[in-house]
């Protein structure tokens, strides 16, 4: 019988980012087909030969660590999966069109939670026209795991990759930053009141922004409907699951340039500062809009020359510049300080 | 706080097979995208428009559920996750291109156990020409779990689904039925007496075919390769990973027949007629052929011109041929008994 915990030379997984881990365990993987456009290393990979390619998504999401059952309602987290790999087919400026969905589940659930559960993967594949095509169901010791895959098509002169930003590019984001972090800082909260006076009945009034933008995120198809519009092709593009300094520090990485964002211009909506404030006098609305995460809003760069067609727009919020190669990824703020940014660690995003 | 458990009207899992249970969960997606050629129901999904078409499919593999750490080399892990991935695009009469893993662990695992799962995968990807393109690492509270998506290609006009079975039609399968779940007993008895006394060396010597049937299976291109040879478009495939009774059922379920096959027809390897013996005077190897599970060997129908093209193939053996809709599907005994196949339920094989 063999025993497969390694005693001598561990390394503890905790010692590497999530990323760095990757990349160590991808290395060496050398793609042999051609239909392989790309491999590991952006929102999805790239497959096919013609004019059209297709573009292949994976996610997982575990109990306990990605979701808490004491306060995700099954609908919302059947919306969620597959809206996540939605989302990462949008940041490849591609259109979605089939999911699949693998689901391990102990017995603590019954077929009517799995139908709950259900629901909500039919909700967001009928919002955003994707066909549910095919799954596992497993068995689970303990809680419930999701792994979803979202397939979907592009144009192959309109795909968009992490590694195409240039020198003076703008920097640009949808939506607003943070508030998803925020609706879990709420829901928390009232989980941890919950538990020590279980009469408590939780008053989630005003918080309704934030707890949406957490519980059900919308990945920003209506952006990529907007860029084709617009005919603007970003030069690069991601989705924001990690928080905006960690999806900077993917671009500039990829893209081997620096960038300077400015803090003033960062989107937080109101509630998102009105729950920092709550929450602790040190915790500042500009930290959970770097390093949150969940927001599933697009960060992506464009030409100089496409600034006239983006400028008016309500949704799409210019944020800074790219910097050259050697330069490093910095937040600049109202005092004129520049602040490096760093991504952060494998605890917090799994 | 909305507590998850429904107390009122609730259906436990088991009361549901697996595949009842999928039906439920998934009827009444309807696809719209014109790329969705087949959705749910099948080893794959298709997609596409053109004379080549996608293949898509997912697996999920649970620790303490499909597999144990206890005698399950991490090496051998990785390469099953990608081999049973590669059986299901082989079942469609397709070739594996791509593979996607997401994997969810705890910290009881190190970097270099991840390694050795990942040192599997590549084994996998180079034996079979597929390309690893990306994936997700999760963190796991307890055990670890994998889930599989490979992606593939075929020829519109050689892809075979489950349901083109017709009246008349002879009933094939590669290789040998019943050695993996023969492995897995091997490997199950080992461990109890080493959980009864730990200086207890395990003695596996005589049992190497059956062990590596289990822990290492290999997809059977060649059998994809040989029909191609033969220029034999086999009118209805499956892959056997739930046994044989079940993918029998599969095909006659939904290519809407009955069928015969005799028992004195099926593969059974002597090493897997020796453990049946040595476990109890009861365990018969036909059991093991038609519950066992896990050999991933192709199950297929071809039209009785396809005969002669067939016959003197080593590794194709014709075990019975399938009847009108309406008869049931039976195995008949060489006393000539018939004994109506069912499948195994949710327990066996999650």
Redesign the interface.
């Known amino acids: ?6 005693q001598e ?8 980012g ?1 990323f760095p ?2 990349e ?3 290395d ?2 050398t ?3 051609k ?2 456009v ?3 290393g952006d929102d ?2 790239v ?1 096919g030969t013609g004019d059209k390619l ?1 573009l ?11 979701f808490d ?6 609908l919302h987290l059947g919306y969620k999966a597959v809206a996540i790999g939605i989302s990462d087919i949008a940041a490849m400026n591609g259109t979605p ?2 999911v ?6 102990s ?9 709950e559960l ?1 629901a909500g993967v ?1 909700l967001c ?1 009928q919002r955003y ?15 419930m ?1 999701i ?1 979803v ?1 979202v ?1 979907g ?1 592009a144009d192959a002169n309109r795909i968009t990759y992490r590694s195409g930003a240039k020198l003076h590019d703008l920097i640009c984001v949808s939506g607003d930053l943070g508030s998803a972090y925020s609706g879990l800082l709420v829901l928390e909260r ?2 941890v009141t ?1 538990k020590a006076n279980p009469d408590f009945k ?1 008053d989630l009034d005003g918080y309704d922004y934030v707890l949406e933008r957490y519980l059900k995120p919308e990945p920003r198809m209506d952006i990529v409907q907007f860029l084709r519009e617009k005919d603007i092709v970003p030069t690069s593009m991601i989705d924001v699951s990690d928080g905006l300094a960690s999806e900077l520090l993917h671009i500039c990485h990829q893209s081997q340039c620096g960038c300077e964002v400015y803090e003033e211009r960062l989107p937080i909506d109101y509630q998102t500062s009105r729950v920092c404030s709550e929450m602790s006098s040190n915790m500042l609305p500009v930290s959970n809009a770097l390093n949150g995460g969940e927001d599933y809003e697009l960060l992506f760069t464009i030409g100089q020359q496409d600034y006239e067609k983006i400028r008016d727009s309500q949704e799409v919020h210019i944020i800074g510049h790219i910097t050259e190669k050697g330069s490093p990824a910095v937040m600049v703020t109202p005092q004129n300080t520049t602040i490096e940014l760093r991504a952060q660690g ?1 605890q917090q995003n ?1």
């Open positions: 019988m063999e025993q497969l915990e390694y030379g561990r390394t503890e997984l905790a010692e590497f999530e881990l990757i160590r365990l991808t060496g993987f793609p042999c087909n239909s392989t790309k491999g590991v999805c990979a497959i297709t292949v998504t994976g996610d997982m999401l575990v109990e306990g660590v990605n059952m004491m306060y995700t309602p099954l069109r089939q699949l969905l693998n689901i391990a589940v017995n603590r659930y019954s077929v009517e939670a799995l139908e259900y039919r594949c026209d994707v066909d549910l095509v095919g799954g596992d169901l497993a068995t689970s010791r303990a809680g795991v792994s895959t397939v098509e009232e989980k919950y939780p494998w799994g």
